[in-house]
């Protein structure tokens, strides 16, 4: 994968738990980053990805993923881990 598919599969991930949570983005971005405008400006291009927090962002939306919804196809799910600690 690379970076554009990494933030692309993260903001739709973080988009389809808000929406199902019926969450904003900031509230989404703080529980999976604990920076509440973090997601945000990945969305905005203002700030990049490094493999370490992709890595913690989306084993935190596999630990918290609600069971009532399906995890997205087309995005790599990580093994369960059953953490919930943030990136």
Same mark, same amino acid.
């Given at each position: 994968?690379?970076?554009?598919? *990494?933030? #692309?599969?993260?903001?739709f991930l973080a988009d389809?738990?808000?929406?199902? #949570?019926?969450?904003?983005?900031?509230?989404?971005?703080? #529980?999976?980053?604990?920076?509440?405008?973090?997601?945000?400006?990945?969305?905005?291009?203002?700030?990049?990805?490094?493999?370490? #927090?992709? *890595?913690?962002?989306?084993?935190?939306?596999?630990?918290?993923?609600?069971?009532?919804?399906?995890?997205?196809? *087309?995005?790599?799910?990580?093994?369960?881990?059953?953490?919930?600690?943030?990136?």
């Amino acid at each position: 994968m690379n970076a554009n598919t *990494d933030i #692309r599969n993260i903001l739709f991930l973080a988009d389809l738990y808000g929406r199902h #949570r019926y969450h904003a983005l900031s509230t989404v971005s703080l #529980r999976a980053t604990k920076q509440g405008a973090y997601l945000g400006k990945l969305k905005a291009g203002e700030i990049g990805l490094t493999l370490g #927090r992709r *890595d913690r962002i989306v084993e935190w939306f596999s630990s918290n993923w609600p069971e009532d919804l399906e995890w997205p196809r *087309d995005v790599p799910r990580p093994s369960a881990s059953g953490s919930e600690d943030a990136a």
